[in-house]
């Protein structure tokens, strides 16, 4: 008895052009920064016309291109470097801080515009071990928890926050805003 083989098809032109909508769509204008947060800088458009998004890295002379970007820093560290050593993490702003009243423990919500991603730093020199653990979260449900001083990343085409578990009880996370 001989088994049957079946053969894909590849995708023709058609069938190509249909699924390229579903490849690059923009955020929402709505979500795009998230309330106080404005959206950084501003988003290049593909030759498929206004408004679709290009999922391109920015090129900057004498760094190079980002190690990672959005959705390929997702699990990475965000001290992970180029070829030019250059880390996301160089090139990160502060968004936002969020402080436990119970132990006064903070954390902060990172971005880097370059690698377009989001990590929470715990900003202490007290060792993270001091609180239950702190997290960056997505909108779309990803979680990346701490590992030591900061979490890896997670994708900057997603609203973030940055929360934090406080060591008293009742141990519920403190968060941030969405950014």
């Known amino acids: 008895m001989t088994r049957p083989t079946h053969r894909l098809a590849p995708l023709g032109l058609a069938a190509t052009l249909a699924l390229a ?26 030759p498929g016309g206004p408004g679709r998004a ?9 760094m190079g291109w980002p190690p990672c970007y959005g959705a390929s820093c997702v ?31 903070s954390v902060t919500l990172r971005w880097s515009n370059w690698c377009h991603a989001n990590w929470t730093r715990w ?22 928890w701490s590992r030591g001083y900061y979490t890896y990343m997670v994708n900057g085409y997603e609203t973030a926050q940055a929360c934090i578990i ?14």
Request: hydrophobic fraction near 25%; include cysteine.
């Open 166 to 179: 406080p060591y008293s009880p009742p141990h519920t996370p403190i968060c941030t805003g969405w950014y």
């Open 21 to 46: 909508p579903l490849v690059a769509m923009p955020r929402p204008a709505a979500a795009a920064g998230g309330p106080g947060r404005a959206t950084p800088g501003p988003t290049p458009t593909t």
């Open 123 to 144: 900003p202490s020199d007290t060792p993270s071990s001091a609180s239950s653990g702190f997290f960056t979260r997505t909108s779309d449900g990803h979680v990346e």
């Open 54 to 62: 290009a999922v391109t890295p920015d090129y900057i002379p004498g």
């Open 75 to 105: 699990g990475e560290d965000p001290t992970m470097t180029n070829p030019q050593g250059v880390s996301c993490a160089d090139t990160a702003v502060d968004l936002a801080t969020v402080r436990s009243a119970s132990d006064g423990y």
